[in-house]
Structures are given as structure tokens and as C-alpha cells.
T-cell receptor, first 120, second 114 residues
Framework: AQKVTQAQTEISVVEKEDVTLDCVYETRDTTYYLFWYKQPPSGELVFLIRRNSFDEQNEISGRYSWNFQKSTSSFNFTITASQVVDSAVYFC?????????????????FGTGTLLAVQP | DTGVSQNPRHKITKRGQNVTFRCDPISEHNRLYWYRQTLGQGPEFLTYFQNEAQLEKSRLLSDRFSAERPKGSFSTLEIQRTEQGDSAMYLC????????????FGDGTRLSIL
């Protein structure tokens, strides 16, 4: 069964601290995709990153970095030098190709999210 | 670049009433998804369209729920005989047709059942 676990419900840090959000996933497929989304208080889910199961290279984008380890089924997200504007709920999600009538559905399976509060 | 648009933003209704939500996806996106999000949870998949064809429905989508995408552009989600448990944020997302392109979400419609 497909499942995404974000064990950290809430994290509070002080501005400029580094913070890592954990994500562990379960899947039986060898082909899958992992995503991170940010949901600020305004409510809209904002896409941050997509990673496919064949690419284990870590990625850095500005203050954001992602560590993908298939051996531990983890896809962790680190924010360096956090800022108040980073305060939001962060969701990790898994997508597996599901072929219905010849097309892949690619529905997202989300974790329960981690609420990050960055204090000034 | 116009994003995914959902209307209304908020809907308050009495139990037993019917409600309809609308989603306008990003114009070149042929895939459209509906999700439901309750407080403290991640979004849960409801249904998926590729163009005008509804290709998958979750078991969460009871027979009181129906979704359409008549011309492969905007979509509507209708809930008949609403119940307290239907209170949630209903999110729409769209994406391009290539495998696993990221889904872009709208602001959602928050439904409150009195």
C-alpha cells in the first residue's frame, strides 16, 4: 500500500536556525515520484519540488535542500537559515503511475503535514 | 500566468442542501484533480479527469458526490444532501499530460455545514 508518514506534527524554530522536515514513504513500485508542497496560512498549496525514484541526487535550491535516500525510503527537506516567511504547513506526497484506460492517473498521496513556525 | 481558480472561496449551507463548486484549471492543462482536506490532515484524492473523461474516482466519493468536466476545460463538483461530515476544504489541481508533471492547486473552496 502507498503511504507517506510525516512524524513531526509541529516544529518551532527561531529565525536563522536550520530545520529539517522528515518524510518516510511506503510503496511497492519501483517507479514513483515524490513531492513537497508548502501550504501557507492563506491555504493555497505551493509546489516546491518533484523527484523521481531513479534520481537519488540531492538537490539544492537557494535555502532549500532535499535529501532522497531509497535505502531508508526517506525524502527529507531542509531549510537553511529559516525566515518568518517560511512559516507554513509542509506536505510530502507520493505519486505512482496508475494506468487507467491507458493513461496514468498520478494521484497524490499526501502525508499529514508538518507545521513549521519560525519565530522572529 | 493565470493559476487554478476556484469558486466560491467559502460556502456555508444547511445540512441537506445541495452545493456546487467550480474549478477553472490552468488553460493548457488537460489533467484535473479534486481533493478534500480536513483540519490537520493532508489532502485526500477524490477524482481525476483527463480532458473530459473522468478516469478515476476514490471510494471517498459517495453517490452524493458527482463531478463533471463537460468540455475538458472547467470542472464542477456537486454534493447532494450535504451532511456534517462533508465540511472540509475542497481543492482542485491541474497538470500537464506528461507523466507526473507537478499538480498546481487552487485556493480551495471551504465548505461549512450548519
Amino acid at each position: 500500500a502507498q503511504k507517506v508518514t510525516q512524524a513531526q506534527t509541529e516544529i518551532s524554530v527561531v529565525e536563522k536556525e536550520d530545520v529539517t522536515l522528515d518524510c518516510v514513504y511506503e510503496t511497492r513500485d519501483t517507479t514513483y515520484y515524490l513531492f513537497w508542497y508548502k501550504q501557507p496560512p492563506s491555504g493555497e498549496l505551493v509546489f516546491l519540488i518533484r523527484r523521481n525514484s531513479f534520481d537519488e541526487q540531492n538537490e539544492i535550491s537557494g535555502r532549500y535542500s532535499w535529501n532522497f535516500q531509497k535505502s531508508t525510503s526517506s525524502f527529507n527537506f531542509t531549510i537553511t537559515a529559516s525566515q518568518v516567511v517560511d512559516s507554513a504547513v509542509y506536505f510530502c506526497a507520493l505519486s505512482e503511475p496508475y494506468f487507467a484506460d491507458g493513461g496514468a492517473t498520478n494521484k497524490l498521496i499526501f502525508g499529514t503535514g508538518t507545521l513549521l513556525a519560525v519565530q522572529p | 500566468d493565470t493559476g487554478v481558480s476556484q469558486n466560491p472561496r467559502h460556502k456555508i449551507t444547511k445540512r441537506g442542501q445541495n452545493v456546487t463548486f467550480r474549478c477553472d484549471p490552468i488553460s493548457e492543462h488537460n489533467r484535473l484533480y479534486w481533493y478534500r482536506q480536513t483540519l490537520g490532515q493532508g489532502p485526500e484524492f477524490l477524482t481525476y479527469f483527463q480532458n473530459e473523461a473522468q478516469l478515476e474516482k476514490s471510494r471517498l466519493l459517495s453517490d452524493r458526490f458527482s463531478a463533471e468536466r463537460p468540455k475538458g476545460s472547467f470542472s464542477t463538483l456537486e454534493i447532494q444532501r450535504t451532511e456534517q461530515g462533508d465540511s472540509a476544504m475542497y481543492l482542485c489541481a491541474s497538470s500537464l499530460g506528461d507523466s507526473n508533471q507537478p499538480q498546481h492547486f487552487g485556493d480551495g473552496t471551504r465548505l461549512s455545514i450548519l
